[in-house]
């Protein structure tokens, strides 16, 4: 029968409906553009795009990318005034861009000779040589070329209230689970410092030394760094036009300014560039993506800010759409780290409704390390991420956790236990709460607190509203509340060990190491470019996971064991117990009725283990079969084989001793064979493969067919449906541990022996 004569809708006579499924899938919603250069749509290697080339004359720079020093736009004039080092320029722009990205991947040139060449390359020259690279090379000249060797990562803290008790106790969940960095920004923009303050309470609980950043309009961003609330900026935006920086009423020396107030107050600061946010604005001059971001990491160096956020950041939807888009954020990155500097690579902003999509784009950050893997991993519900979802948010948090263990990589988590997380919560809104009340900005209920402690999202607290958190902000603000107010606060009120971090963090502002290159803080101590340098130079070299940190990236929830799976099992063993009455009674005979059936179960079946993967009762499971047995006029017996628990050869043995010569071998695990003694071993009659699949009906229906098939007839199998579930993924590590059980009792050259069965009480049908 037809889909059509089925009563299936007919959409189209002329398509395949492979089609249609396609159409259904979350890839669909994807939007993807055709390459367009005029129009900015082109990842790199655009027409339009300079070729590189320098001419010096008189120890000035002429000519730079075909420009002429006098018809220099302002990046121009500051990439050729405060990047290119003319000492090396000639040298560096007359080798052959093929031979340069030989360089960059080859593991017998030092790092810091392939960056000291980066230095006299135009941005053209740069763009240039790295689209000589594939994907895969793009990947490994990252994994040499980043400036510190230890992986790290960054998450979002934000909440669809502006709530800031959420804040404090998600900000304490991203420190349990690792994060080195902490971003918030908010719904309103007033609520700023409220936020601020959460997130800074929030960060201080369980370990010292997690940056945080509060993203807000640049010159209140400042205010709330000056305060002593935030610790680190990375929102000083660079362009790759002249005219995206005249419509943002900025300029490069502008920008330098900024991070330059920033660095002098110990703040660590970052810019922000990425791929696709000229193609935005309106303003990409039909140059490629690729082109116009090497011009924003060439201006980033001559300001001499540490590091980068870049990898595409809020352009990444437009720019994962053209040809090549995904290749291009990496190859952004390349440069930045190319270039000496720290690289915070994007897999912020998720591109794509497809999570194959969302894992590809993980995987070469996750396998050749980053800086910060994510600028932004959303630490929490993607509905409460302020920045818009994350390329992995709080739903996928925990996927992020086992690709690390998949991959022995390290991407700068760890997983939390769930007590630990309610309790790293529950300080969190403690102290905060604590901090509000003593500094007379509020006073939350016990109820407040106890929905936030639970709650995935704000969605599941009674808590406090963005208005309740434009007044306490504001309170803040004008107040001229700092961090030093907090800490006094908190010690006040007992909570010494987080105030004792926050000042940590304000020592660290003084002394400035973390300011260097790359840096971030762990157990106390200042991880940079300085001294952890990346010191990647093939197999054996660069950085590596201790025993101590591979145990715990390792540590994730759901592992089980032997020991595990048999106490699973022993829990129904009373019930079974109750159920029926299982005993040997000597040697099974050979030959019986014509029509008889034997059932050979395996060795450990009814013995120490009790259910199968679908859940159903051995006693249910061969009753089920006796009954269908009985349903086709036939007759059951039951055996148990000690030599094997393979189910080929436990279906073969029981049909070998069957009158009928009609067999049934049947795993613990419940695993199934239709068997005739004439047959090889695995050319079965039927099989039940996908145990955790059948229901007691398809057992009763297989049994039917064995009684079949006793009388000489051929019945329509059995078949057990199956949608494309990953049945290996859900029990394959419960059917091995299980099968060691079954192997573990197995007697070589044992002979089967007879079970007699008596059942205690009635079965379901």
Request: contains cysteine; proline residues 4%; aromatic residues 6%.
């Amino acid at each position: 029968m037809d889909r059509a004569s089925s009563g299936a809708a007919t959409p189209g006579a002329n398509r395949w409906r492979r089609f249609e499924d396609w159409d259904a899938r979350p890839l669909r919603l994807d939007k993807f553009a055709r390459e367009n250069p005029e129009a900015g749509f082109c990842a790199h290697g655009s027409p339009y795009d300079p070729k590189p080339s320098v001419v010096v004359e008189n120890g000035r720079l002429a000519v730079m990318d075909g420009v002429r020093a006098e018809d220099f736009d302002m990046i121009d004039a500051f990439i050729a005034a405060h990047h290119l080092d003319l000492s090396v320029v000639e040298e560096a722009m007359a080798m052959d861009s093929r031979e340069v990205a030989r360089m960059l991947v080859d593991i017998n040139v030092p790092r810091a000779e392939v960056e000291r060449l980066a230095r006299g390359m135009t941005p053209a020259k740069l763009a240039e040589v790295v689209a000589h690279l594939s994907a895969i090379e793009v990947a490994f000249a990252y994994s040499k070329m980043r400036q510190r060797k230890t992986p790290g990562n960054q998450a979002h803290v934000t909440n669809a209230k502006d709530d800031p008790l959420q804040l404090a106790a998600d900000a304490a969940t991203a420190v349990a689970f690792g994060f080195d960095e902490i971003e918030t920004t908010m719904r309103v923009a007033e609520n700023s410092w409220s936020n601020a303050l959460a997130c800074l309470v929030g960060g201080a609980v369980g370990r010292p030394g997690v940056l945080f950043q509060c993203s807000i309009e640049e010159a209140e961003e400042l205010r709330i760094g000056l305060a002593g609330l935030s610790s680190y900026a990375e929102t000083v935006s660079v362009y790759g036009t002249e005219r995206t920086f005249i419509d943002g009423d900025d300029t490069p020396w502008s920008k330098a300014f900024l991070t330059a107030a920033y660095a002098s107050r110990g703040i660590k600061a970052r810019c922000t560039s990425g791929a696709g946010a000229e193609l935005l604005m309106g303003v990409h001059e039909k140059k490629s993506m690729l082109y116009l971001e090497a011009r924003c990491l060439c201006l980033q160096r001559g300001m001499g800010v540490q590091g980068t956020q870049n990898g595409g950041i809020d352009g990444a939807p437009i720019a994962a759409s053209v040809p090549g888009g995904m290749y291009e954020m990496m190859a952004e990155n390349l440069v930045a780290v190319w270039l000496g500097l720290e690289c915070a690579s994007g897999n912020d902003a998720r591109p794509t409704e497809s999570e194959i999509r969302v894992g590809a784009k993980i995987a070469p950050y996750l396998l050749a390390g980053s800086d910060l893997v994510c600028s932004g991993l959303g630490s929490i519900r993607k509905y409460d991420n302020s920045f818009n979802a994350s390329l992995f948010n709080g739903e996928e948090m925990e996927d992020f956790l086992v690709l690390q263990r998949d991959f022995e990589a390290d991407g700068g988590l760890v997983p939390a236990g769930e007590d630990k997380v309610l309790d790293v919560r529950r300080r969190a809104v403690e102290a905060l709460a604590a901090v509000l009340d003593e500094l007379g900005l509020g006073t939350p209920t016990r109820a407040m607190l106890s929905s936030v402690i639970v709650a995935s999202g704000s969605d599941d607290t009674e808590s406090y509203t963005a208005g309740d958190a434009t007044r306490i902000s504001e309170a803040i603000r004008a107040r001229g509340l700092t961090a030093l107010d907090v800490v006094a606060a908190l010690s006040k009120r007992g909570f010494s060990e987080e105030a004792e971090n926050i000042l940590f963090m304000l020592r660290q502002r003084v002394a400035g190491d973390y300011l260097q290159t790359s840096a971030v803080i762990r157990d106390g101590h200042v991880l940079s470019a300085v001294n952890d340098p990346n010191d990647y130079m093939g197999p054996g070299t660069g950085y590596r996971m201790s025993e101590a940190r591979w145990a715990a990236v390792k540590d994730i929830r759901g592992q089980l064991d032997e020991r595990e799976v048999l106490a699973a099992q022993a829990v129904h063993a009373p019930e079974e117990a109750a159920a029926w009455r299982l005993a040997e009674r000597g040697p099974a005979r050979q030959g019986g009725p014509a029509n008889e059936v034997v059932i050979g179960v395996s060795p450990a079946f009814g013995l120490k283990l009790h259910v199968t993967t679908a859940g159903h009762k051995l006693s249910a499971l061969i009753a089920a079969l006796i009954d269908g047995v009985a349903e086709g006029g036939g007759v059951a017996r039951v055996v148990r084989c000690r030599h094997t628990a393979d189910t080929s050869f436990l279906g073969l043995t029981a049909a070998k001793l069957s009158g009928s010569g009609i067999g049934i071998g049947v795993q613990s695990k419940g695993t199934l064979v239709l068997h005739r003694a004439d047959r090889l071993p695995h050319m079965n009659l039927e099989i039940f493969s996908n145990a955790p699949l059948a229901t007691l009906a398809h057992y009763r229906a297989i049994g039917r067919n064995a009684a079949c098939h006793a009388r000489g007839e051929k019945p329509e199998p059995v078949l057990v449906p199956f949608r494309g579930e990953a049945l290996g993924a859900r029990f394959h590590v419960p059917v091995a541990l299980v099968y060691a059980v079954e192997t573990g009792l197995i007697e070589p050259g044992a002979d089967p022996v007879e079970l007699s069965i008596e059942y205690l009480k009635e079965q379901a049908a």
